[in-house]
Nanobody
């Protein structure tokens, strides 16, 4: 099982980035998929998640600026990040939950840096 993230990078405040995460090697249906982030010296926190049916949930700090979406046929989840702020700087991780196996899989993380 592998989750591969892409799309991170360096952007100025107010800019946009789109993260992608593709899951492979999972033969069961993926339930929720989500994005988390971890800034230096801080705990990992939920950014947004989405169920297989498309129900979304966002952290208050990103609501209205970030949009999560997924392509179930491709086992891929996306995070469109607009109006980025320096405080959004972190390593972003995606995850995928497979409830029938009671397992959660994680990607390796992608760095997002927002300069002021």
């Amino acid at each position: 099982v592998q989750l591969v993230e892409s799309g991170g990078g360096l952007v100025q405040a107010g800019g946009s980035l789109r993260l992608s995460c593709a899951a492979s090697g999972i033969i069961y249906s993926i339930d929720a998929m989500g994005w988390y982030r971890q800034a230096p010296g801080k705990q990992r926190e939920l950014v947004a998640d989405i169920t297989s049916g498309g129900i979304t949930n966002y952290a208050a700090s990103v609501k209205g600026r970030f949009t999560i979406s997924r392509d179930n046929a491709k086992n891929t989840v996306y995070l469109q990040m607009n109006s980025l702020k320096p405080e959004d700087t972190a390593v972003y991780y995606c995850n995928a939950q497979v409830r029938v196996l009671r397992l959660t899989y994680w990607g390796q993380g992608t760095q997002v840096t927002v300069s002021s």
